[in-house]
């Protein structure tokens, strides 16, 4: 292929890793007889609690679910504010107005996109009652800087770590450092279960207290009720949801997490090449890593553009048959967020990401040839002003 040839063939923003081994667990559950919540759940969350280091694992049906959750479980509601940084998915932000709490936002680190710690405690008021870090796009934030203000101002910390499958903190796994954690398993993560998602805790009672939660309430799960020698009595003790995941769920998590060190170490391979493909290109300012010992997870490859109008850039890329996402609007500018909660504050170095964010394909199965397509086509792009 010359630099100059376009592919016939569409490159996906992301495609599912899905192996014979996959679809094996799946169709073993699926004859099984039990596909709701049981047995494989189990061992689901105890292949967690032993990634993590947590003491406690509850799958859930989303990382959504699971976020809300831990916001009512915690207690959090009217009157209470909670910190998070405007770039995050709006799910996050959705969940803290639907408890009656208000989203306070503060400011990123532009290189990493991650939460500044140094703007951090400025938002703290006399409502705080939690703050949400994002360890955004697989590059752990700050925790040592976000969990010592929060301790100085008796804060939960809840991570965001939809993105941090894999990923460390000074040796320390995502999910790991005493405080809620939250993992999603959407088709574009690092290991899917189709959707779902897990809580991972160090708090006994927290971790009953949201199992509770998860299913209405119920203190007893399908499984203890329904096995051999089950009891189906049931009391509830808190009206709850229907949160819970499935054991067909989880045979596919269960599969895919045995990969993930595979999954992981070639997206870091992708993305090293990426970084040297687009080195030095005008226009385009590539993802930072923190400067503090880390693993990066690498579950989007986010790069600024800064040399044309992103909607140009996007409409270059489909026409060099290039998938693309967008990861994420910033929260604060959202219709809602301003028509519901008013002005807010001015957050310069998320606005100036928020311009010019795309995250360019990224998944195992891509090859080195795919890369090497993209960051040609990038090029060119910049480079010619191509797009409508």
């Known amino acids: 292929m010359t630099d100059l040839e376009k592919r016939e063939t569409f490159l996906p923003f992301n495609r599912p890793t899905i192996a014979d081994e996959d679809v094996e667990a799946v169709a073993s559950c699926l004859r099984s007889g039990w596909i709701t919540t049981g047995p494989r759940c189990g061992e689901f969350e105890d292949l967690f609690r032993r990634l993590t280091g947590a003491s406690g694992a509850v799958s859930v049906s989303s990382a959504t679910a699971g976020m809300h959750l831990l916001l009512t479980a915690l207690g959090i509601g009217p009157g209470d504010e909670v910190i998070t940084p405007s770039l995050t998915f709006a799910s996050t932000v959705n969940q803290i107005v639907l408890r009656g709490a208000r989203p306070v936002f503060v ?17 703290v008021t006399p409502r705080t009652k939690a703050v949400i870090p994002v360890h955004f796009a697989g590059a752990p ?48 993560k690092n290991i899917t279960t189709g959707e779902g998602g897990m809580i991972t805790v160090d708090d006994a009672a927290l971790e009953a207290k949201l199992r509770l939660l998860r299913f209405h309430g119920i203190a007893r799960d399908a499984w203890r009720r329904y ?82 109008e992103r909607e140009r850039f996007w409409a270059g890329l489909a026409d060099w048959n290039i998938g693309y996402g967008l990861h994420f609007p910033a929260a604060h500018l959202l219709d809602y967020v301003r028509g519901r909660l008013g002005p807010q504050a001015t957050l310069p170095e998320t606005e100036r990401a928020a311009r010019g964010i795309v995250s360019l394909p990224l998944y195992p199965a891509m090859t080195e040839g795919d890369v090497d397509y993209v960051c040609r086509a990038v090029r060119r792009i910049l480079a010619a002003g191509e797009g409508p």
């Open 107 to 123: 400011d990123v680190e532009y290189g990493t996109l991650n939460l500044d710690p140094a703007r951090l405690e400025e938002a």
């Open 227 to 308: 096995g051999k020698g089950g009891d189906p009595s049931y009391d509830v003790f808190d009206p709850g949801y229907k949160y819970n995941l499935t054991d067909l769920q989880a045979a596919l998590g269960i599969s895919q997490l045995r990969r993930l060190g595979d999954f992981n170490r070639r997206r870091a391979s992708l993305a090293t090449r990426y970084l040297e493909g687009l080195a030095g290109v005008a226009g385009l300012d590539l993802p930072a890593v923190p400067p503090y010992p880390h693993e990066h997870s690498w579950h989007l490859f986010v790069v600024k553009v800064t040399g044309m």
């Open 141 to 188: 934030a700050d925790m040592d800087g976000i969990l010592k203000i929060a301790e100085r101002h008796g804060l939960f910390v809840i991570e965001d770590a939809a993105h941090a499958l894999g990923t460390t903190y000074r040796g320390v796994h995502a999910g790991g450092f005493g405080v809620p954690a939250v993992f999603s398993f959407h088709p574009i």
